[in-house]
Protein backbone atom coordinates (compact mmCIF):
# COMPACT_ATOMS: atom_id res chain seq x y z
CA UNK A 1 0.00 0.00 0.00
CA UNK A 2 2.77 2.02 0.72
CA UNK A 3 4.41 1.48 -2.68
CA UNK A 4 1.22 2.87 -3.87
CA UNK A 5 1.02 5.59 -2.09
CA UNK A 6 4.47 6.51 -3.08
CA UNK A 7 4.55 6.05 -6.82
CA UNK A 8 1.82 9.19 -6.88
CA UNK A 9 4.68 11.29 -4.77
CA UNK A 10 6.64 13.83 -7.31
CA UNK A 11 9.75 12.79 -8.11
CA UNK A 12 11.60 15.94 -7.31
CA UNK A 13 10.24 15.12 -3.47
CA UNK A 14 11.30 11.48 -3.79
CA UNK A 15 14.33 12.20 -5.20
CA UNK A 16 15.27 14.80 -2.69
CA UNK A 17 18.71 14.64 -0.91
CA UNK A 18 18.56 12.97 2.89
CA UNK A 19 22.17 13.39 3.79
CA UNK A 20 25.25 15.94 3.72
CA UNK A 21 26.82 13.38 0.97
CA UNK A 22 24.02 13.68 -1.53
CA UNK A 23 23.73 17.10 -1.33
CA UNK A 24 24.67 18.69 -5.30
CA UNK A 25 26.18 21.85 -5.72
CA UNK A 26 26.64 24.95 -3.49
CA UNK A 27 30.62 24.23 -3.27
CA UNK A 28 31.24 27.15 -1.39
CA UNK A 29 28.83 26.68 1.11
CA UNK A 30 29.00 22.80 1.71
CA UNK A 31 32.67 21.53 1.41
CA UNK A 32 34.28 19.23 4.11
CA UNK A 33 35.65 21.82 6.42
CA UNK A 34 33.26 24.98 5.39
CA UNK A 35 31.43 26.88 8.25
CA UNK A 36 28.03 25.59 7.56
CA UNK A 37 29.18 22.05 7.44
CA UNK A 38 31.38 22.21 9.88
CA UNK A 39 28.46 23.93 12.56
CA UNK A 40 25.49 21.43 10.94
CA UNK A 41 27.34 18.25 12.09
CA UNK A 42 28.13 19.76 15.71
CA UNK A 43 24.77 20.59 16.04
CA UNK A 44 25.70 24.34 16.80
CA UNK A 45 23.62 26.02 13.49
CA UNK A 46 21.71 28.76 14.55
CA UNK A 47 18.84 30.72 13.25
CA UNK A 48 19.94 31.42 9.24
CA UNK A 49 18.41 32.76 6.03
CA UNK A 50 18.89 30.61 3.34
CA UNK A 51 18.90 33.04 -0.27
CA UNK A 52 19.11 31.93 -4.16
CA UNK A 53 16.84 30.82 -7.18
CA UNK A 54 14.55 28.80 -6.94
CA UNK A 55 15.53 24.92 -7.13
CA UNK A 56 19.15 25.41 -6.07
CA UNK A 57 18.95 23.23 -2.87
CA UNK A 58 17.42 25.48 0.00
CA UNK A 59 14.37 22.98 1.36
CA UNK A 60 16.19 20.44 0.97
CA UNK A 61 19.89 21.55 3.08
CA UNK A 62 17.13 22.46 5.42
CA UNK A 63 15.54 19.07 5.93
CA UNK A 64 18.95 17.64 6.27
CA UNK A 65 20.29 19.99 8.66
CA UNK A 66 17.13 18.95 10.52
CA UNK A 67 17.60 15.49 10.17
CA UNK A 68 21.61 15.41 11.18
CA UNK A 69 20.84 17.55 14.37
CA UNK A 70 18.15 14.70 15.25
CA UNK A 71 16.09 17.90 15.59
CA UNK A 72 12.60 18.50 14.94
CA UNK A 73 11.68 19.91 11.53
CA UNK A 74 8.51 22.42 11.28
CA UNK A 75 7.30 23.60 7.69
CA UNK A 76 5.74 26.70 7.05
CA UNK A 77 4.76 28.87 3.89
CA UNK A 78 4.64 32.71 4.39
CA UNK A 79 2.04 33.16 1.56
CA UNK A 80 -0.22 30.77 3.62
CA UNK A 81 0.64 30.73 7.16
CA UNK A 82 0.66 33.46 10.00
CA UNK A 83 0.84 34.81 13.76
CA UNK A 84 -1.26 31.85 15.30
CA UNK A 85 0.30 28.68 13.52
CA UNK A 86 3.95 30.25 14.41
CA UNK A 87 3.16 30.60 17.70
CA UNK A 88 1.27 26.90 18.01
CA UNK A 89 4.95 25.86 16.98
CA UNK A 90 6.87 27.38 19.21
CA UNK A 91 4.52 26.19 22.30
CA UNK A 92 5.31 22.71 21.09
CA UNK A 93 8.82 23.63 20.90
CA UNK A 94 9.44 24.92 24.33
CA UNK A 95 7.61 21.63 25.39
CA UNK A 96 9.97 19.31 23.59
CA UNK A 97 13.00 21.31 24.01
CA UNK A 98 12.90 21.63 27.79
CA UNK A 99 11.39 17.52 28.62
CA UNK A 100 13.25 16.06 25.86
CA UNK A 101 16.16 17.62 25.21
CA UNK A 102 15.41 18.12 21.21
CA UNK A 103 15.65 21.41 19.38
CA UNK A 104 12.89 22.45 16.92
CA UNK A 105 13.74 23.92 13.20
CA UNK A 106 11.24 26.18 11.72
CA UNK A 107 11.99 26.55 7.92
CA UNK A 108 9.45 29.44 6.66
CA UNK A 109 9.10 29.53 2.70
CA UNK A 110 9.16 32.31 1.16
CA UNK A 111 10.11 34.00 4.23
CA UNK A 112 9.86 37.44 2.67
CA UNK A 113 6.54 37.96 2.23
CA UNK A 114 5.57 37.92 6.19
CA UNK A 115 5.04 41.46 7.36
CA UNK A 116 6.71 43.23 10.35
CA UNK A 117 4.08 42.31 12.78
CA UNK A 118 4.44 38.24 11.84
CA UNK A 119 8.25 38.52 11.73
CA UNK A 120 7.79 39.95 15.18
CA UNK A 121 6.05 36.80 16.39
CA UNK A 122 9.13 34.87 16.61
CA UNK A 123 11.66 36.96 17.44
CA UNK A 124 11.80 36.10 20.84
CA UNK A 125 11.53 32.16 20.12
CA UNK A 126 15.05 33.02 18.07
CA UNK A 127 16.97 35.01 20.64
CA UNK A 128 15.78 32.67 23.54
CA UNK A 129 16.44 29.77 21.34
CA UNK A 130 13.18 28.17 21.84
CA UNK A 131 13.47 27.79 17.92
CA UNK A 132 16.24 27.83 15.02
CA UNK A 133 14.34 30.22 12.42
CA UNK A 134 15.16 28.33 9.36
CA UNK A 135 14.14 31.22 6.24
CA UNK A 136 14.01 30.01 2.76
CA UNK A 137 13.88 33.13 0.20
CA UNK A 138 14.14 33.92 -3.51
CA UNK A 139 14.58 37.34 -2.91
CA UNK A 140 17.38 39.40 -1.27
CA UNK A 141 16.28 39.54 2.59
CA UNK A 142 18.53 42.54 3.16
CA UNK A 143 15.89 44.37 1.18
CA UNK A 144 12.33 42.44 1.76
CA UNK A 145 12.72 41.59 4.84
CA UNK A 146 12.18 43.41 8.29
CA UNK A 147 15.92 44.35 9.92
CA UNK A 148 15.20 42.59 13.29
CA UNK A 149 14.91 39.15 11.59
CA UNK A 150 17.70 39.66 9.03
CA UNK A 151 19.76 41.03 11.85
CA UNK A 152 19.35 37.83 14.15
CA UNK A 153 20.54 35.50 11.13
CA UNK A 154 23.41 34.23 9.36
CA UNK A 155 22.75 34.74 5.67
CA UNK A 156 24.07 32.04 3.19
CA UNK A 157 23.59 32.81 -0.49
CA UNK A 158 22.64 29.88 -2.38
CA UNK A 159 23.86 29.79 -6.08
CA UNK A 160 21.95 29.06 -9.59
CA UNK A 161 23.22 25.65 -10.03
CA UNK A 162 25.61 24.69 -12.81
CA UNK A 163 24.50 22.27 -15.62
CA UNK A 164 27.15 19.51 -14.21
CA UNK A 165 25.17 19.71 -10.97
CA UNK A 166 21.70 18.96 -12.58
CA UNK A 167 22.88 16.49 -14.90
CA UNK A 168 24.09 14.44 -11.49
CA UNK A 169 20.73 14.73 -10.28
CA UNK A 170 18.81 13.41 -13.81
CA UNK A 171 21.59 10.95 -13.84
CA UNK A 172 20.97 9.75 -10.18
CA UNK A 173 16.57 9.58 -10.47
CA UNK A 174 17.08 7.48 -13.64
CA UNK A 175 19.25 4.89 -11.60
CA UNK A 176 17.99 5.58 -8.02
CA UNK A 177 15.87 2.82 -7.02
CA UNK A 178 13.52 6.16 -5.30
CA UNK A 179 13.30 7.24 -8.72
CA UNK A 180 13.03 5.07 -11.97
CA UNK A 181 15.99 2.60 -10.95
CA UNK A 182 13.51 0.29 -11.09
CA UNK A 183 12.42 0.80 -14.63
CA UNK A 184 14.20 0.57 -17.82
CA UNK A 185 14.97 4.12 -19.09
CA UNK A 186 17.34 4.93 -22.28
CA UNK A 187 18.58 8.56 -22.28
CA UNK A 188 21.73 9.42 -24.08
CA UNK A 189 24.20 11.63 -22.74
CA UNK A 190 23.33 14.46 -25.10
CA UNK A 191 19.21 14.44 -23.81
CA UNK A 192 21.09 14.46 -20.20
CA UNK A 193 22.92 17.59 -21.07
CA UNK A 194 20.35 19.45 -22.73
CA UNK A 195 17.62 18.44 -20.81
CA UNK A 196 19.92 20.09 -17.83
CA UNK A 197 20.98 23.22 -20.19
CA UNK A 198 17.46 24.01 -20.19
CA UNK A 199 16.54 23.94 -17.02
CA UNK A 200 18.20 26.79 -15.48
CA UNK A 201 20.36 26.10 -13.03
CA UNK A 202 16.96 23.96 -11.22
CA UNK A 203 16.72 20.78 -10.36
CA UNK A 204 13.23 20.47 -9.69
CA UNK A 205 12.55 21.80 -13.38
CA UNK A 206 14.66 19.23 -14.56
CA UNK A 207 12.80 16.32 -12.38
CA UNK A 208 9.36 17.79 -13.12
CA UNK A 209 10.32 18.01 -17.23
CA UNK A 210 11.92 14.33 -16.87
CA UNK A 211 8.93 13.30 -14.91
CA UNK A 212 6.57 14.03 -17.49
CA UNK A 213 8.76 12.46 -20.01
CA UNK A 214 8.72 9.16 -18.58
CA UNK A 215 5.12 9.22 -17.97
CA UNK A 216 3.72 10.13 -21.35
CA UNK A 217 6.54 7.60 -23.06
CA UNK A 218 5.46 4.76 -24.26
CA UNK A 219 7.66 1.34 -23.25
CA UNK A 220 8.83 -0.76 -26.51
CA UNK A 221 8.03 -4.42 -26.53
CA UNK A 222 11.09 -5.36 -24.30
CA UNK A 223 10.29 -3.00 -21.84
CA UNK A 224 12.20 0.45 -22.54
CA UNK A 225 11.04 3.64 -22.26
CA UNK A 226 13.35 5.72 -24.99
CA UNK A 227 14.07 9.65 -24.16
CA UNK A 228 15.03 11.71 -27.14
CA UNK A 229 15.36 15.59 -27.32
CA UNK A 230 12.24 15.95 -29.33
CA UNK A 231 10.39 14.46 -25.98
CA UNK A 232 12.18 16.26 -23.19
CA UNK A 233 11.30 19.85 -25.73
CA UNK A 234 7.69 18.32 -25.94
CA UNK A 235 7.63 18.47 -22.40
CA UNK A 236 9.23 21.17 -21.10
CA UNK A 237 6.75 24.05 -19.55
CA UNK A 238 8.00 26.22 -22.81
CA UNK A 239 7.37 24.04 -25.64
CA UNK A 240 9.17 26.34 -28.28
CA UNK A 241 12.68 25.73 -25.94
CA UNK A 242 15.36 24.83 -28.83
CA UNK A 243 18.28 26.42 -27.28
CA UNK A 244 21.35 24.28 -25.52
CA UNK A 245 23.60 26.02 -23.31
CA UNK A 246 26.80 26.96 -26.00
CA UNK A 247 23.85 28.93 -27.64
CA UNK A 248 21.93 30.64 -25.00
CA UNK A 249 25.19 32.16 -23.98
CA UNK A 250 26.42 33.04 -27.58
CA UNK A 251 22.98 34.84 -28.09
CA UNK A 252 23.17 36.46 -24.68
CA UNK A 253 26.59 38.13 -25.80
CA UNK A 254 24.80 39.24 -28.79
CA UNK A 255 22.79 41.02 -26.95
CA UNK A 256 24.97 42.51 -24.83
CA UNK A 257 27.00 43.47 -27.98
CA UNK A 258 24.20 44.87 -29.28
CA UNK A 259 23.08 47.25 -26.70
CA UNK A 260 26.98 48.60 -26.60
CA UNK A 261 26.86 49.13 -30.27
CA UNK A 262 23.51 51.10 -30.66
CA UNK A 263 21.65 48.62 -33.32
CA UNK A 264 18.11 48.56 -31.87
CA UNK A 265 17.20 45.87 -34.39
CA UNK A 266 19.77 43.06 -33.83
CA UNK A 267 19.15 43.88 -29.87
CA UNK A 268 15.78 43.51 -30.08
CA UNK A 269 16.07 40.53 -32.19
CA UNK A 270 18.58 38.54 -29.80
CA UNK A 271 15.90 39.56 -26.62
CA UNK A 272 12.72 38.27 -28.54
CA UNK A 273 15.18 34.82 -29.42
CA UNK A 274 15.76 34.45 -25.69
CA UNK A 275 12.20 35.13 -24.27
CA UNK A 276 10.63 32.40 -27.08
CA UNK A 277 13.64 30.13 -25.94
CA UNK A 278 12.19 30.50 -22.10
CA UNK A 279 14.88 32.68 -20.62
CA UNK A 280 13.70 34.44 -17.77
CA UNK A 281 12.99 38.28 -18.97
CA UNK A 282 14.66 39.36 -15.48
CA UNK A 283 17.85 38.24 -17.09
CA UNK A 284 17.74 40.27 -20.01
CA UNK A 285 16.65 43.39 -17.75
CA UNK A 286 19.06 42.95 -15.61
CA UNK A 287 22.25 42.90 -18.21
CA UNK A 288 20.15 46.34 -19.42
CA UNK A 289 20.30 47.72 -16.15
CA UNK A 290 24.17 47.04 -15.94
CA UNK A 291 25.09 48.35 -19.44
CA UNK A 292 22.93 51.21 -18.87
CA UNK A 293 25.59 52.34 -15.92
CA UNK A 294 28.52 50.71 -18.01
CA UNK A 295 28.21 51.96 -21.33
CA UNK A 296 25.97 55.05 -21.53
CA UNK A 297 26.44 56.16 -17.90
CA UNK A 298 26.51 59.82 -17.28
CA UNK A 299 26.03 60.72 -20.88
CA UNK A 300 22.20 59.81 -20.79
CA UNK A 301 21.47 58.91 -16.80
CA UNK A 302 17.76 58.30 -18.05
CA UNK A 303 19.19 55.00 -19.83
CA UNK A 304 19.39 53.72 -15.79
CA UNK A 305 15.75 54.72 -15.11
CA UNK A 306 14.16 53.22 -17.86
CA UNK A 307 16.28 49.99 -18.00
CA UNK A 308 15.22 49.79 -13.99
CA UNK A 309 11.56 50.51 -14.93
CA UNK A 310 12.02 47.51 -17.39
CA UNK A 311 13.06 44.88 -14.25
CA UNK A 312 10.32 46.26 -12.35
CA UNK A 313 8.16 45.21 -14.78
CA UNK A 314 9.72 42.07 -15.15
CA UNK A 315 9.25 41.48 -11.38
CA UNK A 316 5.73 43.07 -11.17
CA UNK A 317 3.80 41.84 -14.26
CA UNK A 318 5.67 38.97 -15.78
CA UNK A 319 5.44 37.74 -19.63
CA UNK A 320 3.68 38.83 -21.95
CA UNK A 321 3.51 42.13 -20.40
CA UNK A 322 6.91 43.20 -19.55
CA UNK A 323 7.37 42.11 -23.20
CA UNK A 324 6.97 45.87 -24.41
CA UNK A 325 8.51 47.27 -21.80
CA UNK A 326 11.92 45.93 -22.33
CA UNK A 327 11.90 46.67 -25.77
CA UNK A 328 11.19 50.12 -25.01
CA UNK A 329 14.28 50.03 -22.82
CA UNK A 330 16.16 48.53 -25.54
CA UNK A 331 15.61 51.35 -28.34
CA UNK A 332 16.33 53.77 -26.13
CA UNK A 333 19.89 52.35 -24.58
CA UNK A 334 20.43 51.52 -27.99
CA UNK A 335 19.56 55.29 -29.02
CA UNK A 336 21.30 57.06 -26.46
CA UNK A 337 24.48 58.46 -26.27
CA UNK A 338 27.45 56.19 -24.88
CA UNK A 339 30.05 56.83 -22.24
CA UNK A 340 32.21 54.46 -20.55
CA UNK A 341 33.58 57.19 -17.77
CA UNK A 342 31.48 55.49 -14.93
CA UNK A 343 32.53 52.38 -15.57
CA UNK A 344 36.41 53.59 -15.91
CA UNK A 345 35.93 55.66 -12.63
CA UNK A 346 34.69 52.81 -10.56
CA UNK A 347 37.73 50.62 -12.17
CA UNK A 348 40.27 52.94 -11.04
CA UNK A 349 38.61 53.78 -7.73
CA UNK A 350 38.23 49.95 -6.56
CA UNK A 351 41.72 49.29 -8.00
CA UNK A 352 42.94 52.16 -5.59
CA UNK A 353 41.04 51.08 -2.71
CA UNK A 354 42.30 47.54 -2.92
CA UNK A 355 46.09 48.58 -3.19
CA UNK A 356 45.86 51.03 -0.65
CA UNK A 357 44.78 49.87 2.51
CA UNK A 358 47.13 52.38 4.38
CA UNK A 359 44.76 55.82 2.92
CA UNK A 360 43.09 57.56 5.63
CA UNK A 361 40.54 59.79 5.88
CA UNK A 362 41.73 63.71 6.40
CA UNK A 363 40.74 64.87 9.79
CA UNK A 364 39.02 67.31 8.84
CA UNK A 365 36.48 64.87 6.97
CA UNK A 366 35.75 62.54 10.24
CA UNK A 367 32.74 61.79 11.78
CA UNK A 368 34.40 62.88 15.00
CA UNK A 369 37.26 64.70 13.91
CA UNK A 370 40.52 64.81 16.54
CA UNK A 371 42.04 67.38 17.91
CA UNK A 372 45.41 66.59 15.70
CA UNK A 373 45.45 68.95 12.89
CA UNK A 374 47.27 67.39 9.83
CA UNK A 375 47.65 70.58 8.25
CA UNK A 376 44.14 70.06 6.47
CA UNK A 377 42.35 72.85 8.67
CA UNK A 378 38.46 72.75 9.50
CA UNK A 379 35.79 71.83 7.71
CA UNK A 380 34.24 73.85 5.08
CA UNK A 381 30.58 73.61 4.57
CA UNK A 382 29.96 73.95 0.94
CA UNK A 383 26.71 75.81 1.27
CA UNK A 384 28.86 78.85 3.30
CA UNK A 385 30.47 79.60 0.21
CA UNK A 386 27.66 79.55 -2.84
CA UNK A 387 27.95 75.61 -2.67
CA UNK A 388 31.19 74.95 -3.71
CA UNK A 389 34.20 75.87 -1.88
CA UNK A 390 38.01 73.58 -2.59
CA UNK A 391 39.00 71.62 -0.05
CA UNK A 392 41.06 67.96 -0.08
CA UNK A 393 38.48 65.10 0.33
CA UNK A 394 40.68 61.86 -0.24
CA UNK A 395 43.25 60.47 1.71
CA UNK A 396 46.91 62.34 1.26
CA UNK A 397 48.01 59.72 -0.56
CA UNK A 398 45.83 59.51 -3.21
CA UNK A 399 44.95 63.32 -2.90
CA UNK A 400 45.63 63.95 -6.71
CA UNK A 401 43.84 61.06 -8.20
CA UNK A 402 41.28 61.57 -10.58
CA UNK A 403 38.87 58.80 -11.33
CA UNK A 404 35.84 60.68 -12.99
CA UNK A 405 36.46 61.89 -16.81
CA UNK A 406 34.13 63.28 -18.93
CA UNK A 407 33.84 62.35 -22.07
CA UNK A 408 31.99 64.50 -24.78
CA UNK A 409 29.18 62.70 -25.40
CA UNK A 410 25.38 63.52 -24.80
CA UNK A 411 24.68 65.21 -21.75
CA UNK A 412 28.40 64.43 -20.39
CA UNK A 413 29.56 67.43 -22.19
CA UNK A 414 28.80 69.85 -20.17
CA UNK A 415 30.47 68.00 -16.85
CA UNK A 416 33.44 68.81 -18.73
CA UNK A 417 33.13 72.70 -18.43
CA UNK A 418 32.16 71.97 -14.71
CA UNK A 419 35.01 69.99 -13.71
CA UNK A 420 37.34 72.46 -15.22
CA UNK A 421 35.42 74.79 -13.31
CA UNK A 422 35.59 73.44 -10.20
CA UNK A 423 39.43 72.32 -10.65
Not at 154 to 172: N, W, Y
Not at 182 to 201: E, W
Not at 288 to 302: K, L, Q, R, T, Y
Not at 332 to 350: F, G, P, Q, R, T
Amino acid sequence: MEEDITRFVPLAERMRPKTLDEFIGQKHLISPNSFLVRAIKSGTLGSCIFYGPPGCGKTTLANIIANTTNGIFEKLNAVSSGVSEAKDIIARAKVNLQMYGKRTYLLLDECHRWSKAQSDSVLQAIEDGSIVFIGSTTENPFISMTRAIVSRCKVFEFRPLSSADVTIAIKRAITDERGYGKLKIDIDDDTTKYLASISGGDIRSALNTLEMAVKTTVEDKDGVTHITKEIISQCVQNSMVGMDEDTYYDVLSAFCKSLRGSDPDAALFYCQKLLVSGCDPRIIARRMVAHASEDIGMADSNALLLAISALTSCEKLGLPECNLTLAHAIIYICEAEKSNSVYLAMSEADKDAREHPEAVVPNHLKNHPTGYNDGHGKYKYPHDFGGYVKQQYLPDVLKNKRYYVPQKNGREANMVQKKDKYK
